[in-house]
């Protein structure tokens, strides 16, 4: 054999030492400029937040920042619970694609085979659950959050859709439209009550959060979760100030944003729609699919799967340019913002929490275009 060929294999060797080298080389520049950043936007004695990146199973940032309770001091670690806001909407779909799985009901239903007390019986009948789901339902938000801020402090899902059954006319026809309804998910929890036979929060919790191991979640129902918990803080006259549970109107109607959660538990969370771990595949490409709406007047394209908003970019409504696809849900609720990211072309997810109003999805996306993680 001629020396030509065993050089090959040293040849591929000092390759394969360059990429390993490489990649490590942009992972800890990808720590050095998430550090940096992040150490400036939270100071250590204020409310704080988590933030996970990781690429398949392997970790590629994690770090804590500030404090979940300012009166205790207790710092944010990737096990504290926090509120999720919108996130919790994820949950409680999945959750009426499993009963769909098991022939218990079908997103084509109508809402009035449910809720048959709307007053309006001909305009509900052409609801579906579909669109209860997909946030194109038309069905006008009547709650009177601003007039009656003191009965919302206390009123949970139920208190929170019945409003709604006493609309006259609809804002669009189903189907051809996008609002974004709160209540319209306070209604399909109820349905995973009416339809399971249990409360919607056990429902959850035995058919997602158990078999993904998520140990640590909650979903309210009238109570604060009150260990390992962090509290959502807003920023007035240079102050932080208690903004959650008891000062925020709405928190306690759970089906729109009652999912209490840690960075580690949305890790595994990420896993198991990853590896099919809580549902059949078939639900989750479901989930990660988009409607077709045949109608649609919208402005722009159909974005919403019903679970997911799914789009180029890292937004659903600003344009950035980045090309790749991608697959997110953001919470916004009190002094809590959370965000939920899965690049799949790039085996890429990011998951963050924060508990003193600030969103940072911006800076992170900047930094992986930059590092090309993503482009």
């Known amino acids: 054999m001629s020396s030509h060929f065993k050089l090959i294999p040293a040849f591929l060797l000092s390759v394969n030492i360059f990429f390993t080298g490489h990649a490590q080389d942009r992972k800890a520049l990808l720590k050095t400029k998430m550090d940096s950043v992040f150490s400036q936007l939270f100071k250590a004695n204020e409310p704080g937040g988590a933030i ?52 218990k009901l079908s997103t084509d239903d109508s809402i009035l085979k449910f809720f048959p007390d709307f007053k309006n019986k001909e305009m509900a009948s052409k609801i579906k659950l579909h669109h209860l789901l997909t946030h194109t339902s038309g069905i006008p938000d009547l709650r009177k959050i601003d007039k009656d801020s003191i009965f919302y402090l206390t009123a949970k899902d139920e208190e929170n859709f019945k409003p709604l059954l006493s609309a006259d006319s609809l804002e669009f026809e189903p189907g051809t439209k996008f609002n974004y309804s709160n209540p319209a998910y306070n209604g399909l929890a109820l349905v995973i009550e009416k339809t399971s036979g249990m409360k919607w929060q056990r429902f959850i919790a035995q058919n997602i959060f158990a078999p993904s191991g998520m140990k640590n979640s909650r979903i309210t129902d009238g109570s604060f979760p009150d260990k390992n918990v962090a509290h959502g803080y807003v920023l007035r006259n240079k102050v932080y100030q208690e903004y959650d549970y008891g000062e925020c109107p709405t928190f306690p109607a759970a089906g729109n944003g009652g999912v209490w959660s840690s960075i580690d538990d949305l890790k595994k969370y990420i896993t198991a729609i990853n590896e099919c771990k809580f549902s059949d595949c078939s639900v989750i490409k479901q989930s990660e699919t988009l409607y077709n709406a045949p109608d649609w007047k919208g402005e722009k394209p159909v974005y919403h799967t019903g679970t997911w908003f799914v789009h180029k970019g890292f937004y659903a409504d600003t344009k950035t340019e980045e090309t790749v696809n991608v697959i997110e849900h953001a919470g916004d609720q009190g002094g809590f913002k959370s965000h939920l990211i899965m690049i799949p072309e ?7 929490l924060t508990n003193n109003n600030m969103f940072i999805t911006g800076p992170i996306r900047r930094i992986l275009l930059q590092l090309k993680y993503i482009d």
Do not use: C, P, R
């Open 52 to 103: 996970l990146i990781q690429q398949g199973n392997k970790v590629l940032y994690e770090h804590s920042f500030g404090l979940a309770d300012v009166k205790t001091g207790e710092k944010f670690t990737s096990k504290t619970v926090s509120n999720l806001g919108s996130i919790t909407k994820t949950f409680v779909s999945y959750g009426i694609l499993m009963l769909q799985d098991q022939k």
């Open 346 to 352: 790039k085996n890429i997810s990011i998951v963050w």
